[in-house]
């Protein structure tokens, strides 16, 4: 069982910056593939940044250039990096595993159902 908790949103303006950070318990990342998804409000889910089992990452067009994600197996932890925050970016966050690891070469990056264990999602929002 893989608990995932996510932290560090918070409100900022546009342009600010903040960093998410998605902390694992029960197991290590090693060879998981993992994500970070947001849902605004009226909104479908939708994919931000994936890392595959084997380093390769993915980031949907809009946040390119901007979000940063990475990963310290050490600490167990996944951090998304947000800078030149705007208005469209406000959504709760959420971190997601599958626990059976993964490879962008065989499959999508942002396949909401592959994922096995979701956080409880840490809410950004940016202001004009």
């Known amino acids: 069982q893989v608990q995932l908790v996510e932290s560090g949103g918070g409100s900022v303006q546009s342009g600010g910056s903040l960093r998410l950070s998605c902390a694992a318990s029960?197991?290590?990342?090693?060879?998981?593939?993992m994500g970070w998804f947001r849902q605004a409000p009226g909104k479908e889910r939708e994919g931000v940044v994936s890392i595959d089992s084997y380093g390769s990452t993915r980031y949907a067009d809009s946040v390119k250039g901007r979000f940063t994600i990475s990963l310290d197996n050490a600490k167990n932890t996944l951090y998304l990096q947000m800078n030149s925050l705007k208005p469209d970016d406000t959504a709760m966050y959420y971190c997601a595993a599958d626990s059976n690891g993964c490879s962008f070469l065989f499959r999508g990056a942002f396949d909401i159902y592959e994922y096995n264990y979701w956080g409880q999602g840490t809410q950004v929002t940016v202001s004009s």
């Open positions: 029960g197991h290590t990342y090693v060879r998981y593939c």
